[in-house]
């Protein structure tokens, strides 16, 4: 009898036992599932944010009209990437773009400009200055003016702020100790236009080489 009693007892506990452990594997496993899940929705929402983020990078910087861009970055050696930025940074792809001074277009190229590169590649009434509003007669002609640029001068951020300010006052720049400690490059740059000028496109064309 007491043998029958203790076999019960030992069976109930047996079963107390073999519960709370089931229970306590159950709350583990839970557990487990929630950090699963956790992981899954923290891992989804990362995604959605970083496409998010590149998106809405992509809007910020386009690549438009990319068959002349390629076609005269090729034509005339020039960084498909630094011809966005520079259209980017003069127009935001506003091909009807003029601004106050008088420039034109995509890559904001001013009429006198126009004439003076026509000029040196002996195409004098080939275009008239209305054509500075075709996205393919600008984007030839600022990225020709660009290869130049960056043929006259050794330093890619120099030939950026010729771009903005002109040849003629980067040079006086370049000879002036004041603003260039070894005539190529410059340490100070005494607009503040053209100082933003050229931090604005060398952001843009570091943005286009990490999107594209």
Do not use: H
């Not at 910087?61 to 520079?86: F, G």
């Amino acid at each position: 009898m007491a043998s029958t009693k203790f076999q019960k007892k030992s069976t109930a506990r047996y079963k107390k036992e073999k519960k709370g452990k089931s229970c306590a594997f159950k709350a583990v496993m839970a557990f487990a599932v929630i950090i699963i899940l956790s992981a899954i929705a923290i891992a989804i929402c990362t995604s959605v944010i970083s496409d998010t983020k590149r998106n809405l990078e992509l809007a910020a910087y386009p690549k438009e009209y990319t068959q002349y861009v390629e076609k005269y970055a090729k034509e005339y050696s020039v960084d498909e990437n630094l011809i966005y930025a520079v259209i980017d940074t003069e127009s935001n792809f506003n091909e009807e773009a003029v601004s106050p001074v008088g420039a034109v277009g995509l890559m904001q190229i001013m009429p006198e400009t126009f004439d003076w590169l026509l000029e040196i590649q002996g195409r004098q009434g080939e275009y008239s200055q209305e054509d500075l509003f075709s996205p393919d007669v600008n984007i030839e002609f600022g990225t020709y003016y660009l290869s130049i640029l960056l043929d006259s001068f050794e330093s890619e951020s120099t030939a950026v702020a010729a771009y903005n300010a002109g040849q003629g006052k980067v040079s006086q720049w370049l000879a002036d100790t004041q603003y260039s400690s070894d005539g190529v490059s410059l340490d100070y740059i005494p607009y503040d236009e053209t100082a933003n000028y050229v931090n604005k496109v060398l952001y843009a064309k570091s943005k286009y080489e990490s999107l594209y």
